[in-house]
């Protein structure tokens, strides 16, 4: 009855992580698969990020001599998500998130390492872990991809040394304190770059990919290897449904409307809609702004919001991956603050001067806080990351290199605005608009606590999540220091996010569910596409792509049947 455009098995609308793993999957089983993105550039959030996954159980974990049980796992997620996801889920993502992980490093160019070091972000709640969990992606060259490397999301310049060479994250660690061997780590990151002289003749991007950029790279040309199309400026409409059965979707390409028929089904991994100040507004604590969000500007929603037409259910809409992030002039997105807020000689204070939160705490806690903080006369939405000059001269903070790279007499033209300096606190407080007296009292009492290393307020440095990303130098709290030496500084820091987390609510199998909890047949969704099965909560590092990824192997197996 209906006019087709085009036809495929299997029909994945966006092109980040979880995406792009379902289309490689669903391939693998036998299905002809076409993957459609809005933008102009593949790998959406996941190009752009850390490109870390947490899998519990992972199979990296005993040869490094870990432990880890299905039932520590799935203990800790309960735990940390206090009962408001379904066990069926956890289970699910538990026991598959550790087959996609050994299934792509068998048959794909994706291959990740599992982090010893990287504590779960509750590493004292009952089957948290101290490391393991988390997995890195290992570098890609980007030359095996050809001329689709040109059409591939650009990295954040947070995540590049000096805003243009590939780092991996233990790299990033060694130089962000100056850990031993940093110098020499300088010059081999400068030597990896500059030898690539046919790279360097060609643009200034670095082929040495690493982190999201790394793992979209290697999921890209894995789906290359397979001769899988990938559509850009193609963005999902809305779905076609039969007979309660999803069977394609109008699709706009090039200003073109096109009907796709898809004859197994519909994966949607077109992300949450942290771009979509509406939806925003609507759901969201306020004040909410689409741009403090980390994210590119293309995820606006459209997915949910085609599931909401057929019916489907929602859940978690109030929620984000919360993070704190600092906007620079002139960029279209925000930065997050993963970091430098743990490192010591900073605290985190709102328009009163006070400060409110564990600045090391994980970084959607600390979005949390600033919400419940904020009223009227002691603001916290947006607050102030306050510091002083060795801090400043030491660490890296959000736009800024540190102080030995980058002497503020250096600073570019466009960053000038981007932070307030004063010779003393009593100034930057008339600068900033914090409230002075309270600034300088809470530094009265911040100052001796930080030198004796004991946080009696909110205890900063006390997890061992917490001084993963302190200074080891720094004794004998890793993460705290007596802001004592001008001139003091701040920059002002949103409730931002890295992506939102509420969305279509779906099953063990990554089904779409109605509202009276039936599935609609035909449609799956992952990633931030679907409400996250992480709670409110972040149980530990890549807690987004790792379930992303989970789902996309999981609905391509329920697809085709497949356990
Ligand atoms: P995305 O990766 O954003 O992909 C969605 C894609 O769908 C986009 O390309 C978008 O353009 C496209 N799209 C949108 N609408 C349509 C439409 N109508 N039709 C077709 N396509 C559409 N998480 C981790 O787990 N580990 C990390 O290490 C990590 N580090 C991060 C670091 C940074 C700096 C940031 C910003 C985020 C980080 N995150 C991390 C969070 C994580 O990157 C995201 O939450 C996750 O990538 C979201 O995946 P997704 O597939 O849902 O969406």
Redesign the pocket.
């Known amino acids: 009855s209906l006019q087709w455009d085009e036809s495929c098995d299997v029909l994945v609308?966006?092109?980040?992580?979880?995406?792009m793993t379902a289309a490689l999957r669903a391939h693998d089983l036998g299905s002809r698969v076409l993957v459609?993105?809005?933008?102009d550039?593949?790998?959406?959030?996941?190009?752009?990020?850390?490109?870390?996954?947490?899998i519990p159980c992972n199979h990296r974990i005993e040869a490094l001599g870990g432990q880890d049980s299905a039932e520590e796992a799935v203990a800790y997620i309960r735990a940390v998500t206090q009962g408001e996801i379904d066990d069926g889920r956890i289970e699910a993502y538990v026991e598959q998130g550790r087959r996609m992980v050994r299934y792509l490093d068998e048959h794909s160019r994706v291959h990740f390492e599992a982090q010893p070091r990287y504590a779960d972000y509750y590493p004292e709640v009952p089957g948290g872990k101290p490391g393991f969990r988390s997995m890195d992606p290992l570098p890609f060259d980007a030359r095996h991809l050809g001329a689709e490397f040109a059409r591939m999301?650009e990295p954040?310049p947070?995540?590049l040394m000096m805003g243009r060479m590939g780092m991996t994250m233990k790299e990033a660690q060694v130089l962000l304190c100056r850990g031993p061997g940093w110098v020499g780590l300088t010059l081999k990151i400068f030597w990896r770059y500059w030898r690539d002289l046919p790279g360097r003749l060609r643009s200034r991007r670095d082929r040495f990919l690493t982190?999201?950029n790394a793992l979209v790279a290697a999921l890209r040309c894995s789906l290359l290897d397979r001769q899988v199309p990938l559509w850009l400026e193609?963005?999902?409409?809305r779905l076609i449904e039969e007979e309660g059965r999803v069977v394609g979707a109008e699709?706009v390409r090039a200003g073109r409307r096109l009907r796709v028929r898809a004859q197994r089904g519909v994966v949607l991994?077109?992300?949450?809609f942290e771009r979509n100040p509406l939806m925003r507004s609507q759901y969201h604590p306020q004040p909410s702004r689409a741009e403090w969000s980390?994210?590119?500007p293309?995820?606006?929603g459209?997915?949910i919001r085609?599931g909401q037409a057929l019916g489907a259910a929602t859940a978690l809409m109030d929620h984000s991956?919360w993070?704190p992030t600092t906007h620079v002039e002139g960029e279209e997105?925000g930065?997050?603050l993963?970091v430098e807020r743990t490192l010591p000689g900073c605290i985190m204070v709102n328009s009163a001067g006070q400060r409110f939160v564990n600045e090391a705490a994980p970084y959607t806690d600390i979005v949390y806080a600033m919400y419940e903080h904020n009223r009227e006369g002691a603001t916290s939405v947006p607050c102030w990351l306050v510091f002083d000059a060795e801090f400043r001269r030491k660490y890296p903070c959000g736009a800024l290199l540190p102080g030995y790279a980058m002497p503020d007499s250096r600073i570019p033209r466009h960053l000038q605005r981007y932070f307030h300096k004063a010779d003393s606190l009593r100034e930057l407080a008339l600068k900033t608009g914090i409230d002075a007296t309270g600034l300088l009292r809470t530094l009265e009492r911040f100052n001796p606590m930080a030198e004796a290393g004991r946080d009696l307020d909110f205890h900063k440095g006390e997890s061992l999540f917490d001084r993963y990303y302190g200074d080891p130098t720094v004794t004998p709290n890793p993460c705290l220091a007596p802001l004592l030496k001008a001139p003091f500084y701040a920059i002002q820091v949103n409730a931002g996010d890295?992506?939102t987390k509420g969305g279509l609510l779906t099953d063990p199998h990554a089904r779409v569910l109605r509202e009276d909890r039936s599935p609609i047949a035909g449609l799956y969704a992952?990633?931030?596409?679907a409400a996250s099965m992480m709670g409110r909560t972040y149980p530990g590092?890549?807690?987004?792509?790792?379930p992303?990824m989970t789902f996309g192997f999981v609905a391509a197996n329920h697809i085709h049947g497949a356990a």
């Open positions: 609308v966006g092109s980040g992580a979880g995406a459609v993105e809005k933008s550039r593949y790998g959406g959030t996941s190009a752009i990020s850390g490109g870390g996954i947490w999301r954040s947070g995540t982190l999201g193609c963005r999902l409409e699709l991994g077109a992300g949450g980390a994210t590119p293309w995820n606006t459209d997915a085609a991956w993070a997105k930065r997050a993963f890295i992506g992952i990633g931030n596409s590092a890549g807690s987004t792509i790792g992303a």
